[in-house]
């Protein structure tokens, strides 16, 4: 069921006012790139604003200790100082932050204990930032160590030492999610398999760290924050409630960024800056977060879990229920959105199966670490290696080919839209298709003689098939249940102005981030219009100036943006047509707009160009009659259709669309090393309607690397005080072009019904779905031996040692 409020919109590019589209649909170059490969493009750092003052952070060396005194004296006496700020300013002048789950927030420096190494303790401004780090060793800091706790497992058990007494536990969040008859699945399945694992916490690491600049203005009692915002108008709520001001006092201006996947939401930094800006009388503060600040207590540490699932399976391979119980490390509070990853599976917590009943237990525990954050996928790439290396067991136990055991449990296309039991509806898909697709192209049967022939070899080669959902165009709905005040949709909206010389400008309220959202806006743009791409003009703006939005995350900007676009310009449409009515002398309701002339229904020859039309809207209001609109521009807010809240079992219509693909891992494990290497991939993907085919391979091939990273290297190491190990690049492995090879890819489409142009969000598939492939590739690989790696990432010592013990058995 499609809502009264999108039928409007059109469903497909046919449906654009335009014979032939020439753009949308079209691999186009990035509008983006030509600011970004010159250095036109100005970041946060390139800001220099007078009388600016520059921000040094003085951090716990102590993954939990109480704290005793602060004296700032000495740093305060340093030439050059101008402000410090401690705890005890952030009790005056800052709320907590609420948290998630909801009550688990903390100050933005800390007040009476520090629970994780690189906390912040401390913040000085200074003239410059060489000064304001000296003024860091100034103060004198009187810590009383505590006993930390950094294993979620042991620091959910009674006795362990509790970061925050007066809560009586480290327990964040528990909860048991059924739907359907679990127990009654899994009495009646012929085979029952369980397993044990383990997702070591990794993250996002962005080129660029997050930055920001604010001032405080002392008369109007206000702030403005230049900075690297991923989602600048939920920011600023968040800004404004901790500082206990209106939204109206409060403006940011989001700057070009490097892409953040998820962690540059967190509002700390920004508050940090803000407070000094006000102890120092109003003069901006800059606050650049190094590279060791950001690998030890930035917003890009996610997914620290421990797994246990089972699956019901029947002889025949049908699976009839599957359990998992996750115990999830939050760190040291919610202050992050962290904990939302673990209720995003949710979403498509099945998969692309038609499993009837499953069962989910969540337990959200805080340890001494930094507070976990969004990363790109959030939480279903950890999700689903569980999910597919269950399937991948399932299919040894039986002797059943990986691929086919998932062909017989695939939702049949024609059950779309298809409701999973945790309640999301999946809009459309063919999932056999897809398989089908993939094995064609990768010669999947005969990979697998090959592999039985290298096999015979002594050599350890794996295939790792798998098949996922990527839930795309979110919604704060079912995130309730972490006590997140929300309700059925996350809005987007953009302003759409025409001009008499042919000019099209859109204005939106998110910066550059890299994934291409402007190119696609113009694309679509020059097509409705019926202009050159040169003409249209993309451009964002502050949060007090731009229309409601969010902007990028949980892959909905495609559908979102789109719909806003669209909504802005079937608005101007109608405005257009009904002033060309009387220009042209018929009846509103005669003119239809195509190819970019306003012309008479059945009358081809009487037309007048838009742009005629908009320059007497302009300049010739004595033509229509009082009360007509001649507003040349329009603002539409997007808002997902037919959405609800979830019931008593956290079931709900949360995601819009249900992108879907198949990934194929071919890697060959050396068995004196256990490295691991990814020697060939393939993916056959469905994200709907495509707006710009060249942006979705980008998008395939970086999630790609970036999953090949999950899987095999990166890993935020922790010792059992509390101290990160990997504070550089030289501990903490990014996959680089050796580690991942080119990605043979293919696509299909099944548009979706519901949104606008059948568009479904995609920017997080590939990192769903690259982390299970590879593993269950590894594991493949290591099959012949009897061993089997349950450790993500698969490092080569871990490889190893699970080689080590194949050995030692024999």
Not at 234 to 255: D, E, Q, Y
């Amino acid at each position: 069921m499609v809502s009264k409020a999108e039928w409007h919109l059109p469903r497909s590019l046919e449906e654009l006012p335009v014979s032939n589209p020439r753009y949308i649909g079209k691999p186009v170059r990035k509008v983006e790139a030509p600011p970004l490969l010159t250095g036109k493009a100005q970041f946060v750092d390139d800001l220099d604003l007078p009388g600016m003052l520059h921000c040094a952070i003085l951090r716990s060396p102590y993954g939990h200790a109480r704290i005793k005194r602060i004296d700032v004296s000495a740093a305060l006496e340093l030439p050059g100082v101008v402000a410090v700020v401690t705890g005890q300013d952030m009790q005056q002048w800052v709320r907590p932050l609420g948290g998630i789950p909801s009550g688990w927030g903390t100050h933005c420096l800390a007040v009476d204990k520090a629970r994780f190494v690189g906390e912040p303790i401390a913040a000085v401004a200074a003239v410059d930032r060489h000064t304001a780090e000296d003024a860091l060793d100034l103060i004198e800091v009187e810590f009383e160590p505590l006993p930390a706790v950094v294993n979620a497992l042991e620091a959910k058990e009674e006795g362990a030492p509790l970061l925050y007494e007066d809560k009586g536990t480290n327990v964040m969040f528990h909860r048991l999610f059924t739907w359907g008859d679990v127990d009654r699945a899994f009495q009646e399945a012929d085979h029952v398999l369980t397993e044990q694992f383990r997702w070591h916490r990794l993250g996002a690491n962005p080129i660029e760290t997050f930055g920001v600049i604010a001032q405080w203005d002392p008369v109007e009692n206000a702030v403005t924050c230049w900075g690297s915002f991923q989602a600048p108008s939920f920011s600023a709520m968040g800004i404004a409630g901790a500082l206990g001001l209106p939204l109206s006092k409060v403006k940011l201006v989001p700057m070009a960024h490097g892409g953040s996947f998820g962690g540059k939401g967190n509002p700390r930094g920004a508050l940090i800056a803000a407070v000094l800006s006000r102890k120092a009388g109003g003069r901006p503060v800059k606050w650049i977060e190094d590279r060791l600040e950001y690998l030890m207590a930035g917003g890009g540490q996610a997914w620290e879990r421990f797994y246990e699932a089972s699956i019901a399976v029947k002889n025949d391979g049908t699976i009839l229920g599957i359990r998992i119980k996750l115990v999830d490390d939050i760190g040291a509070s919610g202050e992050n959105s962290g904990a939302i990853s673990a209720i995003k599976p949710l979403a498509a917590f099945t998969g692309c199966y038609a499993i009837p009943a499953a069962q989910y237990e969540v337990t959200m525990v805080a340890t001494n670490k930094n507070p976990q954050s969004a990363y790109r996928g959030m939480g279903p790439p950890a999700h689903y290696v569980v999910l597919e290396q269950m399937v991948d067991m399932a299919a040894r136990h039986l002797g059943l080919d990986p691929a086919e055991i998932r062909r017989r449990n695939f939702i049949p296309p024609d059950r779309f839209p298809y409701t999973i039991p945790s309640g999301n509806e999946y809009d459309s898909g063919n999932y056999p298709a897809l398989l089908d697709r993939l094995m064609e192209m990768s010669g999947y049967r005969e990979l697998r003689r090959q592999q039985e022939q290298l096999r015979r070899e002594g050599r350890l080669v794996g295939l790792g098939l798998v098949s996922a959902v990527e839930p795309g165009a979110f919604n704060m709905n079912v995130y309730t249940i972490l006590g997140v005040p929300a309700g059925t949709a996350v809005p987007e909206g953009a302003t759409v102005a025409l001009d008499p010389f042919g000019s099209v400008r859109v204005t939106v309220g998110f910066a550059l981030e890299g994934q291409g959202q402007y190119t696609f806006v113009t694309q679509l743009m020059a097509d409705y219009f019926c202009v050159s791409p040169e003409q249209v003009k993309v451009t964002c703006t502050d949060t007090l100036s731009a229309p409601v939005h969010f902007g990028p995350g949980g892959s909905r900007l495609a559908v979102a943006l789109t719909g806003a676009v669209l909504g802005a310009a079937e608005t101007l449409r109608r405005k257009l047509e009904t002033a060309a009515s009387y220009l042209l002398g018929c009846q509103p309701g005669d003119v239809e707009l195509m190819d970019g002339m306003l012309r008479v229904k059945g009358q081809p020859e009487r037309k007048m160009s838009w742009q005629e039309v908009v320059g007497a809207m302009s300049a010739r209001p004595d033509l229509f009659p009082p009360g007509t609109d001649l507003s040349t521009q329009a603002t539409y807010v997007w808002v997902p259709p037919d959405r609800n809240m979830p019931d008593e079992q956290g079931r709900a219509k949360s995601y819009l669309t249900a992108a879907a693909a198949c990934h194929l891992a071919l890697v060959e494990v050396d068995p004196e090393t256990g490295k691991v290497d990814v020697l060939k991939y393939w993916v056959v993907d469905d994200c709907g309607t495509r707006l710009n085919p060249a942006t979705v391979a980008g998008m395939t091939q970086g999630g790609v690397a970036q999953g090949i990273g999950a899987a095999l290297m990166e890993e935020y190491v922790y010792d059992a005080d509390g101290q990160l190990l990997t504070t550089t690049f030289m501990d903490y492995l990014l996959p680089t072009i050796y580690e991942v090879p080119p990605v043979e890819s293919a696509e299909m489409v099944t548009p979706s019904p519901f949104t606008p142009l059948g568009v479904k969000g995609m920017g997080e598939g590939p990192m769903i779905s690259a982390p299970a492939a590879v593993i269950c590739a590894v594991n493949d690989a290591l099959a012949p031996l009897g061993v089997r790696v349950t450790d993500v990432p698969a490092s080569p010592a871990r490889v190893w040692k699970a080689i080590a013990q194949a050995r030692g058995q024999r």
